[in-house]
């Protein structure tokens, strides 16, 4: 008791810079490690350590926004690393919920479980978090997870994830990991799209943000207990596609960042030219005042960050009417990439490495609650050839409806029959983008790359009971980050490069004899193996139409 009235007594004195370390010493030794000449200070944390918020590149802010991330000077004055780094800049966004109904309750339930609330935002917010088993030494040589999360190119930080989770249960099945995870720019300051853009070179630089960071884990995680060669880069959703587009750039060559990539809910799909992104930039330059500049790009770099903020803000987010067809996304930009990504699957452009790619089951749900006022068949063919494929022929589209009814009975949430129809072309729209965008590219990939690299698949079929959304996108993330069984998968997988072991059953690689995958279940039998071969003839034809017809 008097060292507890002690310590306050003296942090009161010292002030808040010292509530940290102070509280440690109370608590328990604090971890360190050193980065070049600095001691890093973390947090304990039962079994793990965990230090966050540590700068990977130089803030990306004044002249260096808009450019491609510049790498962290060395570290020569030591720091804490006891609390998360600000959330890179987001983007306005509004779930699209009604004042009340069986729809709010749904999306109330899913803004309380996976849509947190993110640590406050900035511009300056390339930080990297490292979580380790406490006993780790620079001589431990683990095997390391690197976590890119989603959130539609636009949201989404690390601070929303625990990865004391997945730490502590390889800990538990007694292999044991380093995890990280990565901030990246986001929305406009990430993923700006325009042929001035282009001429820079300066496209994508959210997926240059990462790719930053997976050299900063190759400098420096010896200093944690790990092992810079035994890399597994992890993501869900726009962190799926994230790693995806990490196998497909650079010719394939991963320069040695990572071995191995496990992708929820992503994987190569159609993405066009950057000049696409024009009407979004030209929106942009007009609502900064940068209309007239001779230079637009320069005059944006040096626009007030607040002003630049209501601007991205009042383009299209992921839950405007548009939906997935979004304004501000991986494009290619002829340097991270160098053609359309299915077209670079078909060269070859893929890292031979192993990895893991998979669904949930009804991914377009959530996505086609902004489309609630299409309720006609006539409605919602327009919708499909002016907002997703205008490129496309009318004859092509009209096939594409035949391969998407408008029976409610084969739609998503599928195997639902006729529930969940909330309005007469919810669960058809919901069918359409959940295979567009995820379960068709998903199936292209695998299929290209069978007999080539070791590759496994997955399914998730788990909350199905949810209303309205079904086994809906993100919902896999209450699983692996539960922890569960998909835990115990990844984790595995990240140690021994084979996804099996004491994991309940095994679960087989994917070939073009036998495409299994592995789909998580809810009820008594948690698990089976079944065949990728659902709705065949609906994503073969999808998949024949973006091969046609390339953004």
């Given amino acids: 008791m008097l060292l507890q009235s002690t310590l306050i007594a003296v942090v009161v004195y010292l002030g808040s810079t010292w509530i940290s370390p102070l509280y440690n010493l109370y608590k328990g030794a604090a971890p360190t490690v050193i980065l070049d000449s600095a001691t890093v200070t973390g947090v304990p944390d039962g079994s793990v350590s965990k230090f966050l918020g540590i700068p990977f590149a130089q803030p990306p802010t004044g002249q260096f926004r808009f450019r491609l991330p510049q790498p962290i000077p060395a570290y020569n004055e030591s720091f804490l690393a006891t609390a998360y780094g600000p959330s890179c800049p987001q983007q306005s966004l509004t779930l699209p919920v009604p004042a009340s109904g069986l729809v709010a309750e749904t999306l109330d339930y899913l803004t309380d479980t996976i849509y947190n609330v993110v640590t406050p935002s900035a511009e300056d917010c390339l930080t990297v978090n490292v979580v380790t088993p406490a006993n780790a030494t620079p001589d431990s040589a683990l095997p390391v997870v690197v976590w890119i999360f989603g959130g539609g190119f636009e949201d989404g930080s690390t601070s929303t994830y625990n990865g004391g989770t997945i730490a502590n249960r390889a800990i538990e099945l007694d292999v044991p990991v380093v995890y990280v995870s990565v901030n990246y720019r986001l929305s406009a300051f990430g993923f700006l799209a325009s042929q001035e853009v282009k001429d820079a070179g300066v496209g994508n630089l959210g997926l240059q943000d990462q790719r930053q960071a997976l050299r900063w884990v190759q400098q420096y995680i010896r200093a944690f207990g790990g092992d810079p060669t035994k890399v597994t880069i992890w993501g869900e959703s726009a962190g799926a596609f994230s790693a995806t587009f990490h196998m497909l750039t650079n010719g394939g060559d991963t ?247 004491d994991t309940g059953i095994p679960w087989p690689p994917y070939t073009a004899e036998a495409p299994s995958m592995l789909t998580f279940l809810d009820g008594p039998v948690p698990l089976a193996v079944t065949q990728d071969t659902y709705r065949a003839e609906a994503m073969a034809y999808i998949t024949n139409m973006t091969l046609a017809y390339p953004i």
């Fill in 255 to 501: 320069e040695g960042l990572f071995r191995a990539a496990f992708m929820e809910s992503g994987s190569a799909y159609p993405v066009g030219d950057i000049s696409r992104g024009q009407p979004y930039y030209d929106a942009l330059v007009a609502d900064t005042g940068c209309a007239t500049a001779a230079d637009t790009l320069d005059c944006l770099r040096g626009v007030p960050y607040d002003t630049l903020l209501a601007a991205v803000d009042r383009s299209p987010s992921i839950f405007a009417y548009q939906s997935l067809v979004l304004a501000w996304q991986p494009r290619v930009d002829g340097v991270f990439l160098k053609a359309e990504p299915q077209a670079l699957v078909e060269q070859g452009s893929v890292a031979d490495i192993p990895f893991i790619v998979g669904d949930c089951d009804d991914e377009g749900t959530l996505f086609s609650l902004s489309t609630l006022n299409i309720t006609t068949s006539a409605q919602f063919a327009e919708y499909i050839q002016t907002i997703w494929l205008p490129h496309v022929p009318p004859e092509v589209i009209a096939g594409l409806l035949e391969m998407y009814p408008e029976d409610p009975a084969a739609g998503s949430p599928f195997n639902t029959f006729d529930l969940n129809a909330i309005t007469p072309q919810f669960k058809r729209i919901a069918a359409f983008q959940g295979d567009y965008v995820f379960q068709a590219p998903r199936r292209f990939f695998l299929q290209q790359r069978s007999g080539k690299q070791k590759a496994w698949s997955f399914l998730s079929k788990r909350h199905k009971r949810i209303p309205v959304l079904g086994s809906f996108h993100a919902s896999d993330l209450l699983e692996i980050y539960g922890p569960s069984d998909m835990t115990d998968y990844l984790v595995r997988f990240a140690a021994n490069l084979e996804p099996g072991g």
